[in-house]
């Protein structure tokens, strides 16, 4: 409040919401944005919580260990992440990654499956192959029972259940990785049920398993 009455060009917000409870914390969010609408001035928030980046910011700088990894507006880093960290910072529950080879096809090979790129992604991978990391959003697949679709590329068996009331969030194991899935209602799936996860790879992600820079 002494601040706002000196009317400075700049604020500096370090993690201001950091030692509230959860719902004070969406509170406070909404009346810091109310209150940046209203002073029409500069701030500049710090905070480790993605949630509170997307849901307050114009423009979102994402820094590891000191070096910038990218600067753009929520969606555009959401969407278009620059590097695997990037997209595995941005997003709630995180995004998953495979770790497969790229072959001839164009197709993801990896732990006990193999898909087919779709055409869309074709351009972005000519005259490539070698190992690439897939990511995928938890919202980014299809959930059937092993028995009910033929046509599913991936196995695993659900671990944990997370019913959120309007979605439920899975947490299923497919070979040594431990996959969230977002289901966008309830679910009569159970801890130990097999599961089949068709991937929406028209949503996918693909990044160098080097580098970690986006592919696409």
């Known amino acids: 409040g002494r601040d706002i009455v000196r009317g400075p060009k700049v ?27 209203r002073i029409k001035k500069t701030i500049i928030y710090v905070t480790h919580d993605q949630v509170e980046a997307m849901t ?7 820094l590891e ?7 753009g ?11 695997r960290f990037v997209a595995g910072f941005i997003g709630s529950p995180s995004m998953n990654f495979l770790h497969c080879e790229l072959i001839p096809g164009p197709a993801l090979k990896g732990e006990g499956f193999l898909l087919d790129l779709p055409e869309v992604h074709h351009g972005a991978v000519k005259g490539r192959e ?3 990391t897939l990511g995928l959003r938890p919202n980014h697949f299809r959930i059937v029972s092993d028995k009910g679709d033929a046509k599913a590329a991936l196995s695993a068996e659900v671990e944990v259940v997370e019913p959120m009331g309007s979605e439920t969030i899975l ?14 209602s309830a679910t009569t799936l159970a ?4 599961v089949s996860l068709v991937p929406l ?4 992600h693909l990044f160098d398993a080097e580098t970690g820079e986006a592919i696409f």
């Open 73 to 83: 507006t929520p969606l555009d880093t959401y969407e278009h992440p620059r590097n």
């Open 11 to 37: 604020f500096l917000f370090d993690e201001p919401l950091s030692n509230l409870d959860a719902k004070l914390r969406v509170q406070m969010r909404a009346e810091i944005a109310k209150l940046h609408r």
């Open 65 to 71: 260990g000191g070096k910038i990894q990218q600067v």
């Open 56 to 62: 307050l910011a114009d423009r979102i700088v994402i």
């Open 191 to 194: 801890v130990g049920d097999p």
């Open 130 to 132: 070698g190992n690439v």
């Open 201 to 204: 790879l028209e949503h996918a």
């Open 171 to 184: 947490y299923a194991r497919l070979g040594g990785t431990l996959m969230n899935i977002r289901e966008e």
